[in-house]
């Protein structure tokens, strides 16, 4: 069976299990909520079709300068898949053991996208510059006729060519750069070497998204300090892992002011609501005026919009969500808070982790079940896409929208309509369990909406991989590649949906209210 059908098939069945898991918590009275199993199907890389066979400086060309994969079946390990193969970790060494994962892959991270990453990028750049020159001179040569001095020129500037090349740093081959990532993981983590299996088992799949289901659940009702921290620590991830990408296109964004703006975004929301949208703006300052005061020369206009970019679409959009968990603190605490003593009592006893009982503040919101809902609608919006399009998709994205079947050749028409109907379901389940007034219309078009711009995200993450010439935006989680290619249908759905819970579901009950 092709890799691609089976990767497939195994995050399909993870993404169900997790949906139902999260089904059963709800119906069970210990809630938990689904965050995006899966991304829709990865992109290839980009290769440039050519007339004939390249030999010579742009064979060497294309081997050095191929964009950086960082997350491919055959080559790459995953920190998770990692740990897995070395150790059975036992469950009461999890903690530490995501500690690890966790610091590991953003110090390496951080790594790729500090200076000295940025000088290789440079320097591969020049190196392609140079081959370039080097191509044209040569084929020149085949269909032109120069005359002496001419001559003489080419063959200095060539010559010039193979002394700036000399003088570079030596490129490292793609076989040295998995090696040296490999080690770097193995080091960090204090294993020893191990061998990575080359296919995943269909239960794994299945045990992993069950696993990130309960993580989920019990995170969306963890209360507001432990959600907001949590989501602080995967924004940092994901600022990481853009400007990683962003980096390797040879643009160079304010990295620092990014990760911390974005981090802000998400606090403010939380202890300073009001403050919530001063946040943007003044860091977009902060930005301007380090690119104007710290730089040697001026700053592009990639350069400046790739870091706003960073702290809108990582940072500001998806910080709703905890404006969203903030709202109607008034109902009652759920089983969670209740077994939070012994578990406190654990991590404290076996790893010196301290979790006030303050931390567990409002473990139910109205806010926190409006996210339960809709993320389940969401991830079933994607379940019921790929089913429906495989079975009846017949009518191409990119035959209503070329840009979007650009980005997405494997999406259908039916598969979009099929994922709304499905998100329809379960939002019209959401709104009769939350009251919502006429719950069937209400419902079905929220949900509608969901899928839409869950699409929507999915989509504007497509668009940027493609762009950079990347599959996957990192190597974080085994089948699924990194943070963001895990949550993209969650960002833009944020806003809308802080706007349903504040404001339109609300007024409609006020209308019908005696």
């Known amino acids: ?63 050095e300068m191929a964009p950086p994969q960082y997350s491919n079946a055959t080559e790459t390990k995953s920190l998770i898949s990692t740990i897995a193969n070395e ?84 490129p490292e081959s793609a076989k040295d750069k998995k090696k040296q990532k490999e080690s770097a993981i193995l080091e960090a983590l204090g294993e020893g070497k191990a061998e990575v299996a080359a296919t995943k088992k269909t239960h794994r799949s299945i045990l992993f998204g069950a696993l990130m289901g309960l993580a989920v659940a019990l995170w969306v009702f963890s209360g507001n300090y432990i959600f907001t921290g949590l989501f602080c620590l995967m924004t940092i991830l994901g600022q990481l892992e853009y400007y990683r990408m962003v980096m390797n296109t040879g643009v160079y964004a ?14 403010s929301a939380l202890f300073a609501p009001n403050l919530h949208q001063i946040c943007l703006p003044m860091f977009g300052l902060w930005a301007m005026i380090w690119f104007l005061t710290k730089r040697r020369q001026f700053s592009t206009i990639p350069e400046i919009a790739t870091t706003f970019t960073g702290m809108f679409y990582l940072g ?34 076996k790893f010196d ?25 969401l991830a079933f919006s994607d379940v019921g896409a790929y089913f429906v399009g495989r079975k009846y998709g017949k009518t191409k994205l990119g035959e209503i929208s070329p840009a979007a079947g650009a980005t997405s050749p494997n999406k259908s028409v039916e598969g979009v309509i099929g994922g709304c109907v499905v998100s329809a379901m379960f939002s019209i389940a959401g709104a009769w369990v939350q009251k919502w007034p006429y719950f069937v219309m209400t419902g079905a078009i929220h949900g509608a909406i969901l899928a839409f711009l869950g699409l929507i995200g999915d989509l504007t993450a497509s668009m940027l991989k493609r762009d950079a010439g990347l599959k996957d935006f990192g190597d974080l ?17 944020a806003p809308y949906s802080w706007l349903v819970c504040q404001y339109i579901i609300p007024a409609l009950k006020a209308g019908v209210a005696p």
């Not at 304010?254 to 606090?267: E, K, P, T």
């Not at 989680?477 to 993209?488: A, K, S, Y």
Request: net charge positive; aromatic share 10%; glycine share 6%.
């Open 1 to 63: 069976m092709p890799r691609s059908t089976t990767r497939r098939r195994a995050m399909l069945m993870e993404r169900t299990t997790l949906c139902l898991l999260c089904s059963l918590c709800a119906v069970y009275g210990f809630s938990g909520a689904s965050f995006r199993p899966t991304s829709r199907p990865k992109l290839s890389r980009f290769t440039v079709a050519s007339p004939r066979k390249t030999t010579g400086v742009m064979a060497s060309l294309e081997e």
């Open 87 to 170: 150790k059975k970790t036992p469950i009461y060494k999890l903690p530490k053991a995501a500690y690890k994962i966790y610091t590991t892959y953003a110090k390496r991270l951080w790594k790729e996208t500090g200076v000295s990453a940025r000088k290789k990028v440079a320097n591969d750049k020049v190196r392609g510059a140079i081959r370039n020159m080097q191509s044209i001179l040569v084929h020149a040569k085949e269909y032109n006729e120069f005359d002496e001095a001419t001559y003489e020129a080419q063959v200095k500037l060539m010559a010039s060519c193979e002394d700036m090349l000399a003088a570079l740093p030596k």
């Open 254 to 267: 304010a990295r620092r002011i990014s990760v911390v703006g974005a981090s802000s975004m998400f606090l």
């Open 316 to 349: 500001y959009v998806p910080s709703f969500w905890v404006r969203i968990r903030l709202l109607g603190a008034g109902m009652e605490p759920t089983r969670l808070h209740q077994i939070m003593g012994p578990i406190r009592g654990i991590l404290k006893k």
């Open 353 to 377: 982790i301290i979790i006030p009982d303050r931390l567990i503040q409002f473990p139910i919101t109205t806010g926190a079940v409006f996210i339960f809902w809709s993320w389940i609608s």
């Open 477 to 493: 989680i085994p089948e699924h590649g990194g943070i963001l290619d895990r949550v993209d249908s969650f960002i833009w759905t």
